[in-house]
């Protein structure tokens, strides 16, 4: 069983559900990556979306955007990342690890290369933010080979057909954008995400998490209450930004209160 699994079996038993952020790589600072992913499990974090600096991330808003730029200023590149990955595994064997980016990094180093190099860092799964389910098969069959889960976003506007491709495709979990629009947008809906959920559910028997506009523990409770994990990205890094010489203890304290939230109904259960 593959790690990604293995934390949603475990967390499913106890009655909880996962905790997802997402940091940049080398944001603010190379030094802080390794500190921060260990930060973040010390705050009640199940798996770690490790994103890959891209000069022009599409699908992220000025939050994460400035990231990338922090980290890119440093000369961060994909090669770096697999190698935080790597340290983070020689204290954390347990956490799951998915890389997410864009192609072009990817491709630069090339497919069969990137995927031999992830799964030897120590990494889990991939979201490759503008690889369509249709031209999909060959890097998931690349990533198949070596054991690493390939992610799919889904938005409100999926349709139907690409529901299907995308549970056909998908491993580890799906990761569904709550709201259409860039990353760090607001007012989610949680009643709207609950119909769409048991709509993507019946395509598929993957784990489902649930981003984009997730910036407090009550709106992470809430949401936590339909979903299967909480992925929060935007306002986490907005901490990191804010204070970046305390970068890491920002970090694990503002993760340790969503966590909090999100347990908050189940007092007792089984960690």
Same mark, same amino acid.
């Given at each position: *069983?593959?790690?990604?699994?293995?934390?949603?079996?475990?967390?499913?038993?106890?009655g909880r559900k996962a905790l997802i952020p997402f940091i940049t790589a080398g944001d603010p600072v190379p030094a802080s990556c390794v500190p921060l992913m260990h930060a973040l499990v010390e705050g009640g974090a199940d798996i770690i979306e490790l994103g890959v600096p891209f000069s022009d991330p599409m699908a992220d808003g000025? %939050?994460?955007?400035?990231?990338?730029?922090?980290?890119?200023?440093h000369g961060v590149s994909l090669r770096d990342v697999l190698g935080w990955v790597a340290e983070f595994r020689k204290a954390?064997?347990?956490?799951?690890?998915?890389? *997410?980016?864009?192609?072009?990094? %990817?491709?630069? *180093?090339?497919?069969?290369?990137?995927?031999?190099?992830?799964?030897?860092?120590?990494? &889990?799964?991939? %979201?490759? %933010?503008?690889y369509p389910p249709e031209e999909a098969e060959k890097l998931v069959e690349t990533l198949d080979a070596v054991s690493l889960d390939t992610i799919f976003l889904l938005s409100p506007t999926t349709s139907d057909a690409r529901l299907k491709q995308v549970?056909?495709?998908?491993?580890?979990?799906?990761?569904?954008?709550?709201?259409?629009?860039?990353?760090?947008?607001?007012?989610? &809906?949680?009643? &709207?995400?609950?119909?769409?959920?048991?709509?993507?559910?019946s395509h598929t028997k993957l784990p489902v998490g649930v981003g984009f506009g997730i910036r407090d523990g009550e709106t992470a409770r809430n949401i936590a209450q339909v979903a299967d994990a909480v992925v929060i990205g935007s306002r986490l890094v907005q901490e990191i930004e804010a204070a970046p010489d305390d970068a890491v203890n920002r970090a694990r304290v503002f993760m340790a209160g969503i966590r909090a939230a999100m347990d908050r109904d189940i007092k007792g259960a089984a960690a």
């Open positions: *069983m593959s790690r990604i699994a293995a934390t949603f079996a475990r967390l499913e038993k106890s000025p %939050v994460i955007q400035r990231a990338s730029e922090r980290a890119l200023k954390n064997g347990e956490t799951p690890v998915v890389l *997410m980016g864009y192609a072009n990094p %990817v491709e630069a *180093m090339g497919v069969d290369h990137f995927a031999k190099a992830a799964k030897a860092a120590g990494a &889990d799964g991939v %979201v490759v %933010v503008d549970a056909a495709l998908g491993r580890g979990y799906l990761y569904y954008v709550s709201l259409k629009g860039v990353t760090g947008a607001a007012n989610i &809906d949680v009643a &709207d995400v609950a119909q769409r959920l048991a709509r993507i559910r």
